[in-house]
């Protein structure tokens, strides 16, 4: 299927245009996390952010490449996360 999570829903990544995205944050690296039950989850160190109708912006896409984010959204602002 071509959904990501997005907050805890599903969005179709068809359905999101290129004009929607604004920045691309730079975590430095990316990065495992644990939760509760033990289960890891990698966050890639790049981050597409932008405005999917809900007045504040929201993560569209992530990878651990920064051309390839670069050139699928059309945005060249990267943001270093401090």
Do not use: C
């Amino acid at each position: 299927m071509n959904a990501i999570r997005v907050l805890a829903r599903e969005v179709d990544v068809r359905t999101i245009d290129k004009a929607q995205a604004k920045y691309i944050t730079d975590f430095g690296k990316s990065f495992e996390t644990i939760d509760d039950h033990g289960s890891k989850t990698t966050i890639p160190r790049y981050g597409v952010w932008g405005n999917l109708g809900r007045n504040k912006d929201e993560v569209l896409d992530t990878s651990n490449s920064l051309p390839y984010l670069k050139k699928k959204w059309e945005v060249d602002n990267v943001i270093p996360w401090r």
